[in-house]
């Protein structure tokens, strides 16, 4: 079986400070990672995913996040947070030997950034 | 480029009704999927499908069923609606071929049961 874990409900950060999200995950092989967000009463976007190679993955809209195998952690990254950053934000894992169905989201970080 | 097109956007149902929520792509992708979104919860799997006419049971399916006749089509019907299924619902397609392809959303549907 498959978990993700995102230990924070909330991260506060004024603008122009560097922003951290994070993940942990479980899977019994190994992973594909996802990061999505969520703006008010819109869908889910993709931010970036990781699947194999370099450890640090860079996304959209200035994103990047550190694929960590020994720490399985997954976390996300802007060195200079924007107000519009302000949304929330979840990390999803599926194990490359499940089928298609099995991609397990986080609860899910809810991001605010002050002016 | 419409992208995933959910119908409709707010819906109240009383315990006990049934109705049909839609969802529609035209990005011809093989993969569909409904989710519901609690709070504190993330997202959950509901049922999905990897082509027109096969379908799947995701990670809570009691109470829902789907139907995939069409590539472009993939409706969620409440059988019985239950106040436990409030919730907000997503619908989420992808490309065929790897389970690796990100997930591309609609904007929701928020059902209300009372």
């Known amino acids: 079986a498959q978990s993700v874990a995102q230990p924070e409900d909330q991260v506060n950060v004024a603008e122009g400070n560097p922003l951290t999200v994070k993940c942990t995950y479980s899977v019994s092989g190994n992973p594909y990672l996802f990061w999505y967000v969520q703006y008010p009463n819109r869908g889910l976007q993709f931010l970036l995913k990781y699947i194999t190679g370099d450890n640090l993955v860079k996304g959209s809209y200035g994103f990047e996040a550190e694929f960590n195998k020994s720490q399985t952690s997954f976390h996300l990254k802007k060195p200079s947070a924007l107000v519009s950053d302000s949304a929330l934000y979840f990390c999803a894992v599926r194990d490359t030997t499940d089928s298609w169905g099995k991609l397990q989201f986080g609860a899910g970080t809810q991001v605010v950034v002050t002016p | 480029n419409a992208g995933v097109t959910q119908t409709p956007k707010f819906q109240v149902l009383k315990t006990g009704q049934s109705m049909t929520l839609q969802c529609a792509q035209d990005?011809?992708?093989?993969?569909m999927s409904w989710y519901r979104q609690d709070p504190g919860m993330g997202l959950r799997l509901i049922h999905y499908s990897v082509g027109a006419g096969i379908t799947d049971q995701g990670e809570v399916p009691n109470g829902y069923n789907v139907s995939r006749s069409t590539t472009e089509d993939f409706p969620l019907r409440l059988l019985s609606a239950a106040p436990s299924q409030k919730s907000v619902y997503f619908c989420?397609?992808?490309?065929?071929?790897?389970?690796?392809?990100?997930?591309?959303f609609g904007n929701g549907t928020r059902l209300t049961v009372t």
């Open positions: 989420a397609s992808s490309t065929s071929g790897t389970v690796n392809s990100p997930l591309h």
């Open positions: 990005m011809n992708h093989e993969y």
